[in-house]
C-alpha cells in the first residue's frame, strides 16, 4: 500500500470556508471534499484578548485535515483488503441465491425457496459453489457475462466490484438489467 502524503490530502479538498462564533474564541473549518463529504475542524484559545484569526483559521484547518487523514486511511484500508474480506461466501451465497429468485420470478420459471427456507445441505452446496467461483475469480473475471449464469454473475458482483471498478460494475449490473433483475 501506497503511503498517504499531504499532498493526497490536499487534493481530495475542493472548498473550505472558516466561521467565527461571535463573542467567542471558537473558529470551525468546513472543508468540503470531491465527493461532497464535509469535514469539520475546530479551534479556540482561553483567553479571548488572546485570539488571532489567522492563527485560528490555521489550528482549525490543521484539525480537520487531520480528521481526513485518518478517513482516507481508512477507505484505501478498506480497498486493499477487499470487500470481500467483510463478505463471507455464505453471505454472498444468500444475495446470490436472492438474485437467481428474482429472475426465476420475472422469467415465470419455478420460484426457488428464500435461502431462510432451503434445507441445510442445500444451503451448503450453494456455499461450496460460491466458494469454488471465488477460487476461480481470474476466470470468473474474464468470462463474458452473456454466457455466465445468473448466479456466477450476480457472486461476480457482490464478491469483486463493490467500489473497486466501476466499468465492470456498470457492466455486471447492464447485464442484470437484461435479465430483468
Known amino acids: ?98 438474485a437467481d429468485r428474482v429472475l426465476c420470478a420475472t422469467k415465470g420459471w419455478p420460484i426457488k425457496p428464500h435461502w431462510h427456507d432451503l434445507p441445510e445441505h442445500e444451503a451448503g452446496n450453494i456455499v461450496d459453489s460460491v466458494e469454488t467461483l471465488l477460487d476461480n475469480a481470474g476466470d470468473l473475471m474474464a468470462a463474458d457475462p452473456n454466457e455466465m449464469g445468473i448466479f456466477a454473475v450476480v457472486v461476480a458482483a457482490v464478491s469483486f466490484t463493490i467500489g473497486e471498478n466501476d466499468e465492470c460494475a456498470a457492466l455486471i449490473r447492464h447485464e442484470l438489467s437484461q435479465e430483468g433483475v
Open 1 to 98: 500500500m501506497e503511503k498517504i502524503t499531504p499532498e493526497d490530502i490536499e487534493a481530495l479538498i475542493v472548498d473550505e470556508d472558516y466561521l467565527h462564533h461571535p463573542g467567542s474564541t471558537l473558529t470551525i473549518c468546513v472543508l468540503t471534499l470531491a465527493n461532497g463529504f464535509n469535514v469539520i475542524g475546530e479551534s479556540a484559545c482561553l483567553n479571548p484578548e488572546d485570539y488571532n484569526e489567522e492563527i485560528g483559521h490555521k489550528i482549525a484547518r490543521d484539525n480537520a485535515f487531520s480528521k481526513i487523514w485518518a478517513l482516507e486511511g481508512y477507505r484505501r484500508k478498506w480497498f486493499e483488503n477487499g470487500p470481500t474480506s467483510v463478505l463471507t461466501s455464505t453471505l454472498i451465497s444468500k444475495i446470490a441465491h436472492e
